[in-house]
C-alpha cells in the first residue's frame, strides 16, 4: 500500500525552526486538540522545533496511562484493560502520524533529521509497552476469561489482537531474552531507515546528462521540458537532465528511441543504491537479515519467514510459495511468447540486435501498437489528473456508495500542491477527510500509498470520522499542458483510492480495529478491486475527455485499450511474482553470521533467478538494494506475496460485478459492508459473505491471459 527525494521547497507549508532546537510545550499544536472542524492537524503553525517536545510529552501521557490500567485493583476486563490500552497514546499517535507522512511526502533535510531522532524514541516506546510484564498480565487475564466477562465477538476479537500482537512482540520472553529483542529491534529500526534514506539520496543524486537533442527522439514533449528544467536547475542549462524516478523512467524506457538512452536509464535504476560507498545497501541488507534471523529465534521459529507468515491466511511459507508459483509458471512462458513477438517485430524493421532487458518496455509498446493499431499516445491525452479524479474515482464511489466530495480549498494543508476534500455519505452527513497529493517532487518518496492521518473510533456513542490522504507522483504539468496520466497512472489512482474508500468507509467501535488495521492478507484486496472500475465503459466515458477538444474518448479507443488489457501480462506478471519469490527466498533461509558476512548481494539474486529459471529479460520489479517494501521496514517483510494473495480475492470477488452489473445496489452495498467491517471478523469470513463462496485463482490467471 505503501512507498524519496529531497529539496528544501517541499515544507513551503510549515514554519521552518531550528530541527535541533526544542521550545516549550505550552504553544504546541500537538498537546492541544487541532483548531478545526474535522481535527485536521493546522500544518501552518507546526514547526519543526514541535515534534520531539511532543513525542516525549506524548511518552510520558501513553506511560501514565499504562501505569492506571496496571494499578487498577478491579478484575480485569475488557474496558478497563483493553480499550483503555486501546485508547491510550493520543499525544503519540497525534505526533507520529503527521511525522510519519511528511517523512515520505514532504522530507526535507530538517525533516529527515527529526525522524532520525525520534524513531529510535518511538520503537522503544512500543518495546516497553508490549514487553511489560505488568501490563500483559493484565491482557492475559482478560483473554483468558474473555467467555466468562460476557464480551461480544468483536471486543473478543480486540482482545485476542492486543494478545497475540503482545506475543508477537516479546511478551512471553524472559527478562534477559526482552532486552535480546529491544536491542535487536533498535537496530533494526536504524538500519531499516538507512536503507529508505539511502534509496532517497542515490535517485535524488543519480543524475545523469543529455547534450544531444537527436537523443531525445521518440519521448513524450513534457518529458523532455520537464528534463530541460531539471537540467538548468542543476546548473547545465541548454542539456537534459534525468533521474531514475518512476515517471521519468517509464517514458524513456517506453519511448526513447535511443537504445544508449533506454540503457543509461535502465542501468540508473537498476542500480539504485547499489553502487559505490555512500549510498550502497548491501551491508543493510546483511545486517537486516541477521538481525530478523535472531529475532525469529528468539521468538520461537525457525526462519524469519515462519514468523512473518504465521498470523496470515497463509499460515506457512510453503502454502505462500505454492501459490506463486501457480502463478509463475504460466507467466514465465507467456513471456516466451512476447519475447519472440518483439524480437520478430525489431528484426523486420531493421533492428538485427539481440533484444535486451532495457529494449522490453520500447518493444512492447512498438507490438502492442502494430498488433492492436494502440499506444499509450493515443489514450494519454484523454486522461487529466483532475478529470480521473473527480469525474473517474469519485464519480465511481458516488455511484457505488452514495458518498460526495466537497473541496475545501482552506483547509490545512502540508503541502500547497495537496487538495482537501469533505466527503459526505447519502445522508449529507460528513464521513471522512481525504486529501490527495499527486504531484512528483523532490522530497517524496517514490511509490504511491493511503494512510491515516486520524482513524475513526465510535465508542460509547462517539463518532469520530478518520483523515486519510492518498499519494503518488504521476506526470506532471508542463507548460500549459495539464498533467496527462499514462494507463498505469490511472490505474494507480484507482488502486490508492480503494485504500482510501477502505479507511473512510469503515464503521468500527474500536480504533484497533478500524479500517486497513486489517490482516495483510486482506489490505490490499480493495484496492485492487476498485481497479476494476478504470475500465468500465460508464465510469471510462465520464473521466475521459480530450484535453484539448473536450471529445470523449472514442469507443474505438475504448475497444483497443480493452483488447490490449491482457498484453504484456507474462512480463508484468513475472516481475512481480518475482519479486515476491526473492522475498520468500532472502526470509525462508536460517541465516547464519558467517554466511552473511561476505554476502554477495547481486550473486544472491542471480542464484534465485537461476533456481526459478527466470527469463533474462525481466528484472525483478524491484531488485533487493531498492525494495523498500521489505528492508525499509517490516510492513511487508517476507509479505509481498500477499499482493498476489490478494489479487487472487479481487479478481474472484469483482466476478460478483460482471455478472450483476458494475453498479448493481446489491453487490456495492455487500462489497460496502466489508470495508466497513474492518477487522472485526476473520478476513476469509467478511470475503465469503461478500463472495458467496471461497475464492479460486482461476479468474486471476484468466484476467492476466495466463489460462
Not at 542515490?202 to 528544467?229: R, T, Y
Not at 529465534?297 to 514468523?307: K, M, Q
Not at 494507480?492 to 480504533?511: C, K, N, P, Q, S
Amino acid at each position: 500500500m505503501k512507498k524519496v527525494l529531497f529539496t528544501v521547497l517541499a515544507l513551503a507549508a510549515l514554519t521552518l525552526a531550528s530541527c535541533g532546537g526544542q521550545k516549550s510545550n505550552e504553544n504546541n499544536p500537538f498537546m492541544s486538540e487541532y483548531p478545526n472542524e474535522y481535527g485536521i492537524p493546522p500544518f501552518d503553525k507546526i514547526t519543526y522545533a514541535d515534534y520531539e517536545p511532543a513525542v516525549n510529552a506524548g511518552i510520558e501521557e501513553q506511560n501514565a496511562e499504562i501505569d492506571s490500567i496496571i494499578k487498577n485493583t478491579a478484575e480485569p476486563n475488557f474496558e478497563n484493560t483493553i480499550l483503555a490500552l486501546d485508547n491510550s497514546g493520543r499525544t503519540l499517535d497525534k505526533v507520529s502520524r503527521v511525522l510519519n507522512a511528511l517523512g515520505e511526502s514532504d522530507n526535507t533535510p530538517e525533516m529527515q533529521k527529526l525522524t532520525e531522532t525520534l524513531q529510535p524514541k518511538l520503537t522503544a516506546q512500543s518495546d516497553a509497552m508490549y514487553m511489560n510484564d505488568s501490563l500483559f498480565a493484565k491482557v492475559k487475564a482478560v483473554y483468558d476469561n474473555a467467555d466468562k466477562l460476557g464480551m461480544d465477538p468483536i471486543q473478543k476479537r480486540l482482545t485476542e489482537k492486543y494478545y497475540k500482537e503482545f506475543v508477537r512482540n516479546g511478551a512471553l520472553l524472559t527478562a534477559a531474552q526482552k532486552d535480546t529483542l529491544k536491542e535487536i529491534n533498535r537496530k533494526l529500526g536504524e538500519f531499516n531507515l538507512k536503507f529508505g534514506n539511502n534509496i532517497m539520496h542515490d535517485l535524488d543524486n543519480c543524475v545523469f546528462f543529455i547534450d544531444k537533442e537527436e537523443d531525445l527522439k521518440g519521448l513524450p514533449q513534457g518529458i523532455i521540458d520537464n528534463a530541460a528544467k531539471l537540467a538548468a536547475d542543476k546548473g547545465k542549462k541548454g542539456q537534459w537532465a534525468f533521474t531514475a524516478t518512476a515517471s521519468t523512467r517509464l517514458a524513456v524506457l517506453t519511448y526513447a528511441d535511443s537504445r544508449d538512452l533506454r540503457r543509461k536509464m535502465y542501468e540508473t535504476y537498476t542500480t539504485t543504491a547499489s553502487h559505490g560507498d555512500d549510498w550502497d545497501n548491501s551491508e543493510n541488507i546483511r545486517n537486516i537479515l541477521l538481525l530478523r534471523q535472531q529475532k525469529a529465534n528468539l521468538l520461537g521459529f525457525n526462519t524469519f519467514a515462519d514468523y512473518a507468515v504465521d498470523p496470515y491466511m497463509a499460515k506457512t511459507p510453503k502454502a505462500a510459495e505454492d501459490l506463486l508459483m501457480s502463478l509463475w509458471r504460466p507467466a514465465i512462458k507467456k513471456v516466451d511468447e512476447e519475447v519472440a513477438d518483439m524480437q520478430a517485430y525489431a528484426t523486420a524493421h531493421g533492428d538485427t540486435a539481440k533484444i535486451e532487458a532495457c529494449d522490453y518496455y520500447y518493444y512492447a509498446e512498438k507490438v502492442k501498437k502494430d498488433k492492436f493499431n494502440f499506444s499509450e499516445d493515443d489514450v494519454r491525452p484523454y486522461f487529466v489528473l483532475d478529470s480521473v479524479v473527480k469525474n473517474g474515482i469519485f464519480f465511481a464511489a458516488e455511484k457505488l456508495y452514495g458518498i460526495t466530495f466537497e473541496e475545501m480549498p482552506d483547509a490545512p494543508k502540508y503541502n500547497p500542491e495537496v487538495k482537501v476534500y469533505d466527503v459526505k455519505d447519502a445522508q449529507g452527513n460528513h464521513l471522512a477527510v481525504y486529501m490527495n497529493d499527486y504531484l512528483p517532487r523532490g522530497t517524496k518518496a517514490p511509490g504511491a500509498w493511503m494512510e491515516a492521518m486520524q482513524e475513526a473510533y465510535g465508542y460509547n456513542g462517539a463518532n469520530i470520522r478518520p483523515i486519510i490522504y492518498n499519494v503518488a507522483s504521476v506526470t506532471p504539468p508542463s507548460g500549459d499542458t495539464p498533467s496527462l496520466l499514462t494507463w498505469d497512472e490511472v490505474q494507480t489512482i484507482f488502486h490508492e483510492f480503494g485504500h482510501a474508500l477502505h479507511g473512510m468507509l469503515t464503521r468500527v467501535e474500536y480504533r484497533g480495529l478500524a479500517g486497513t488495521n486489517t490482516d495483510r492478507d486482506l489490505v490490499e484486496m480493495p484496492s485492487q478491486i476498485n481497479e476494476h472500475w478504470a475500465f468500465e465503459p460508464e465510469v471510462l466515458k465520464n473521466y475521459a475527455h480530450h484535453y484539448k477538444t473536450g471529445e470523449v474518448i472514442p469507443d474505438s479507443l475504448v475497444a483497443k485499450l480493452n483488447e490490449s488489457a491482457q498484453f504484456n501480462m507474462g512480463f508484468m506478471t513475472t516481475e512481480l511474482v518475482g519479486a515476491a519469490l526473492m522475498d520468500m527466498y532472502w526470509h525462508k533461509k536460517a541465516w547464519t553470521a558467517d554466511e552473511l558476512k561476505n554476502l554477495d548481494v547481486k550473486a544472491f539474486e542471480q542464484d534465485v533467478k537461476n533456481q526459478l529459471g527466470m527469463p533474462a529479460l525481466v528484472e525483478f520489479r524491484y531488485r533487493s538494494p531498492y525494495f523498500k517494501h521489505i528492508f525499509a521496514s517490516d510492513e511487508y517483510s517476507c509479505g509481498y506475496y500477499t499482493y498476489l494473495w490478494s489479487q487472487v480475492l479481487e479478481a474472484d470477488g469483482y466476478m460478483v460485478f460482471e455478472k450483476a452489473g458494475c453498479f448493481d445496489k446489491a453487490s456495492a452495498d455487500a462489497l460496502r459492508a466489508l470495508l466497513e467491517a474492518g477487522d472485526t471478523e476473520d478476513p476469509m469470513v467478511l470475503y465469503t459473505r461478500f463472495r458467496g463462496q471461497a475464492p479460486t485463482a482461476d479468474a486471476l490467471l484468466r484476467n492476466r491471459g495466463l489460462k
